[in-house]
């Protein structure tokens, strides 16, 4: 759904070239955050429509004098991810005759009082989304994390606690040292071998919420189109391994964010296609996505593998006797990433339900890929990726009878 009609046909061409190109500049950036908000606004209103007459009117009086005051510090509060989720359910939950939760907006409203400099009704014991608990001596604050590294730095929450971010899976400790100091690590890396991903990073990525880690080397991560800017991570076993889940899921949150402006495929026509990194049939949509973000994936593994020191790389394809562990992990995943992707956005690019938008979306990212796919790489790298792919299509087959790749 497009919440703004302001986008000429030029403008949405123009975004897609730039998606293309990874030409994700501050001042596009700067857009997509003020539509993330301007939607959060619409769906906020939606709720207060539906709410009139109850004990939820005195919040939202107070929190529209405070956009009157104080404009700048509401568009900092609403557009927190977790406003979204939370007027969805609202919607979701007055759609179907239920108590929509309006103690969470009186919160938000006394948080928003809070930050304002004023002296809300605060009970100790009481939770503030975004802002953290109150107590008898005060707030006690949510987490925050800080990591800075070649004149770029990075700020987030550590949120483990709001209701509305926990619809990303079990989770975790949040323990704020530990997160800091990986976090800082993965910040390092992104910085000095990824620092353009690492800039659109800092620029959307404004909250983390800790899952449950159940196998660390395969950390799960995930992202929500209803709360733009938070990330959910379990713990990652290396630097390395947390900066792609970041520029992953990011990658998501800024392709998101894009598709409240511009339509990228048609109507969901029930058709389902085979995506190399999933294990369930997915509409186009979703297809879309994930190759928009294994895309920067197989970006952020080309970097790696060119960022290895000069006497760890191969005089050539085939001597492999000098990589080290970290050279032919990054190039096995940008061997197997780049095939994918590439079959996958093939995949989308014959689906005859692209838009025009999404049509030089597609092909524009097939145009870079098709060069990459020139590139050489080791043979262990090749066929380890064949490895992959073939394991993947077998037990994809096997988990969904009917359907054909």
Known sequence: MRWLNECSAAETYEICHRLVDDDL???LLTRLREIQLHRNQLLVEAVRRQVRGTDADAAFRALAELQESDPRLMAELLVLPQVGCWAVDCLRRLRDGEDPDLGYLVSFSAGAALRAGRRPPLRPGAFVPGLGTFAESGLVPIPSLH??????????????????????????????VWWQRELGRAWQVLCERHHHAAGTIAAVFTTLVPLEGRDRARPASATSGWAYGAIALSPPPDPVAFAESLVHEVWHLVLGAVEDMVELTGPDDGRRWYAPWRSDPRPLGALLQG???????????RA???????????????DERHASPALERAEAEFAYRRAITFEALTRASGSEGLTGPGE?????????????????VP??????????RDGHRARWLSANPGFSI
């Open 25 to 27: 500049t501050s001042e």
């Open 360 to 376: 030089v979306l597609v092909n524009g990212l097939l145009g870079r890929l098709g060069e990459w796919l020139h590139e050489p």
């Open 379 to 388: 043979a262990s790298a090749e066929r380890r990726a064949a490895e992959l």
């Open 304 to 318: 790696e593998r060119h960022a290895s020191p000069p006497v760890e790389r191969h005089a050539s394809p085939a």
């Open 291 to 301: 190759c928009f973000a294994n895309f920067a994936i197989t970006a952020f593994w």
């Open 147 to 176: 990591a800075q590294a070649d004149g770029l730095g990075l700020a987030v929450r550590l949120d483990a606690v709001d209701p509305y971010l926990a619809g990303f899976g079990r989770r975790g400790e949040a323990d704020p």
